[in-house]
């Protein structure tokens, strides 16, 4: 049942356009589980993420704007915080408008991590 939040702040570029993103996460101890011999701690992280940025593309003013979500599911051990699998899924959206078009674009990430034994 313990919760926690983190978020961050930061400029990444893409194609020359910063981007100026936001994602704020929440993680929760959802259980405790045995694994070939070891406790596992379980946990599960929820985020969401805003980007936006403004620019000039081919002397045109162009927008970009999106947000994305996503859920993730961990097992860590609890002796030293190693990753000992996860499982998720998250979604971006992202519009690129300028004045003559818009184009939508979608991102779906499936994110999978296992230890070998």
């Known amino acids: 049942g313990t919760a926690w939040d983190d978020s961050a702040s930061y ?14 996460r929440t ?6 589980e045995e694994r070939a ?7 599960s992280r929820s985020s969401r993420t805003a ?19 996503g859920e993730l599911s961990y097992a860590v051990d609890p002796g030293n915080g190693e990753i000992l699998s996860a499982r998720g899924i998250s979604v971006l959206d992202l519009v690129v408008q ?4 818009t184009q939508r674009v979608r991102q779906v990430s499936d994110t999978r991590v296992t230890r070998g034994a």
Request: aromatic residues 2%.
């Open 51 to 69: 980007i936006e940025a403004e620019t000039q593309l081919s002397g045109e003013a162009t927008s970009v704007s999106g947000s994305g979500t």
């Open 98 to 101: 300028s004045r003559l078009r």
């Open 27 to 32: 993680f929760r101890v959802t259980g405790v």
């Open 11 to 24: 400029v990444v570029c893409r194609d020359g356009i910063p981007l100026h993103a936001i994602v704020q």
């Open 37 to 43: 011999g070891r406790l596992a701690l379980l946990l």
